[in-house]
């Protein structure tokens, strides 16, 4: 039997959500509740480790929807309101499992989440609480024990998102490797390299036309088809995207399986 090893999606929207506020358009009035997104994060059950991977405004909602109790490691990607500004909701998980969690994330990340989140890293005032963290600075592949046995590997992966310094992340557990790359508009060559012939990509498809700091859908597909993973999803999705439109579309896509995820998905890589 295959070790446990679940990505479960708690958001999949892009930054304003969907349907986003004061919107008219079919998709934010869509009755399909794939069609209601959340800001993108996800949740990894990994040989007995539970991984958050950014803490995005909706955090307390998404982890009332799942029940959730407990953060081993959290990992940002770049210091974007909406991967970011949930942290705060973090220090009831700390509160519920009586420990510090240690949260990874680029230099350049932490510089600005020690700016945002100011008040968490000054001297507490008896009686009230905050998020208890450790940072952690993000500089290469890290190897965490799992309780399930062996380990578990996190490799960051630099990519282009306009001028935010932001990262990607490759997970590897049991000889099965997943990329979750929610934020990206270009990728160098190494990026590239270790994002090649994984069992599941996760890739950033904001629309369909040109924006500059996100992949359109044409550019997404065009990397999953240079990237080659097992199968691949679509995250961080905007409301020009119909969930039902997109998935038909992409039923007709090959050689690589691809589909749009949604909020509440759950796949093994
Ligand atoms: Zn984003
Ligand atoms: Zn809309
Ligand atoms: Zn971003």
């Avoid at 390299?193 to 629309?207: F, G, P």
């Avoid at 999705?237 to 949604?262: C, D, M, R």
């Amino acid at each position: 039997m295959l070790p446990s090893y679940k990505i479960l999606f708690l958001g999949s929207g892009t930054s304003a959500g969907v349907p986003m506020v004061a919107c008219d358009c079919p998709v934010c009035h869509s009755s399909d509740p794939h069609d209601r997104s959340t800001r993108s994060s996800i949740y990894i059950s990994v040989g007995g480790l539970k991984i958050l991977v950014d803490t995005s405004p909706d955090f307390r909602e998404q982890a009332l929807r799942h029940d959730i109790r407990r953060v081993d490691h959290i990992f940002i990607t770049h210091a974007h309101v909406d991967h970011l500004f949930g942290l705060d909701d973090i220090r009831r998980i700390n509160t519920v499992q009586n420990t510090d969690i240690p949260l990874h994330a680029a230099p350049e990340t932490l510089t600005d989440i020690r700016r945002i989140f100011d008040y968490v890293f000054r001297d507490p005032i008896p009686g009230t609480y905050r998020p208890q963290l450790t940072l952690l600075e993000m500089r290469g592949p890290i190897l965490i024990d799992a309780p399930a046995g062996g380990q578990v590997e996190v490799a960051p992966v630099d990519v282009v998102h306009g001028h935010t310094k932001t990262l990607g992340y490759v997970f590897t557990y049991a000889g099965r490797r997943f990329g979750y790359v929610p934020d990206c508009h270009e990728m160098p060559p190494a990026t590239k390299a270790a994002l090649s012939s994984i069992d599941l990509l996760v890739i950033d498809t904001l629309k369909r036309t040109p924006h500059p700091t996100h992949l359109t859908l044409e550019a997404a597909l065009s990397f999953i088809d240079e990237l080659k993973p097992r199968r691949a999803l679509l995250t961080h999705i905007g409301h020009s995207l119909s969930h039902a439109e997109l998935e038909a579309e992409l039923a007709a896509h090959g050689p690589v399986k691809v589909a749009p995820a949604y909020d509440g998905l759950e796949v093994e890589p």
